[in-house]
T-cell receptor, first 110, second 121 residues
Framework: QKEVEQDPGPLSVPEGAIVSLNCTYS??????FMWYRQYSRKGPELLMY????GNKEDGRFTAQVDKSSKYISLFIRDSQPSDSATYLC??????????FGSGTQLTVLP | GAVVSQHPSWVICKSGTSVKIECRSL??????MFWYRQFPKQSLMLMAT?????????EQGVEKDKFLINHASLTLSTLTVTSAHPEDSSFYIC?????????????????FGAGTRLSVL
């Protein structure tokens, strides 16, 4: 079993839709949770960081963490074609190395 | 925010030559930097952890004599692909942590460069 599981998609939605991206993890020692966005042939860009269970909102993006279920989510409201990218969850513990999900490829259709 | 610059963005070289990729933290001092390799439609694969002033730590299966890493200053790490072959063609990405961050756990965040596409002919 991988330490972090992420549905690779691809996921295709119409413009304006709410997008839900998810990851599950197996190690309860993981404490810090990140979402990165990666455009084709570019480096990952940090979108959201959180370290506690619950929701964190930033503009159209909401990160949700449920440590009891070892489940994290990223919601994108009012999705735009410019949101089309690969989204990577990344999780870290005390060792500070990041463990990445496999990435979900998202396409938002105009 | 923390900015990491990576250069060059794309390099084409002949088989047998060496290529150097630079990774710089522009607005913070990075004691630790990371080098990743990414194949098309796959996630990032950690190659090595680069620590300022000491030897890099390589992941299992990564040839340290082929992928030379130098982290001579707090803002610069370099990856040299020696005697490159077509199978080394890939997308290489560096990242750095900002040790000065005071937000809980934020020292775990890695900030990534834009990546370098290496094509070996």
């Amino acid at each position: 079993q991988k330490e972090v599981e992420q549905d690779p998609g691809p996921l295709s939605v119409p413009e304006g839709a709410i997008v839900s991206l998810n990851c599950t993890y197996s190690n309860s020692a993981f404490q810090y949770f990140m979402w990165y966005r990666q455009y084709s042939r570019k480096g990952p860009e940090l979108l959201m960081y959180t370290y506690s269970s619950g929701n964190k909102e930033d503009g159209r993006f909401t990160a949700q963490v449920d440590k009891s279920s070892k489940y994290i989510s990223l919601f994108i409201r009012d999705s735009q074609p410019s949101d089309s990218a690969t989204y990577l969850c990344a999780i870290s513990g005390s060792a500070r190395q990041l463990t990445f999900g496999s990435g979900t490829q998202l396409t938002v259709l105009p | 925010g923390a900015v990491v610059s990576q250069h060059p963005s794309w390099v084409i070289c002949k088989s047998g030559t060496s290529v150097k990729i630079e990774c710089r933290s522009l607005d913070f001092q990075a004691t630790t930097m990371f080098w990743y390799r990414q194949f098309p439609k796959q996630s990032l694969m950690l190659m090595a952890t680069s620590n300022e002033g000491s030897k890099a730590t390589y992941e299992q299966g990564v040839e340290k004599d082929k992928f030379l890493i130098n982290h001579a200053s707090l803002t610069l790490s370099t990856l040299t692909v020696t005697s490159a072959h077509p199978e080394d063609s890939s997308f290489y990405i560096c990242s750095a942590r900002d040790p000065s961050s005071t937000i809980t756990g934020a020292k775990n965040i890695q900030y990534f460069g834009a990546g370098t596409r290496l094509s070996v002919l």
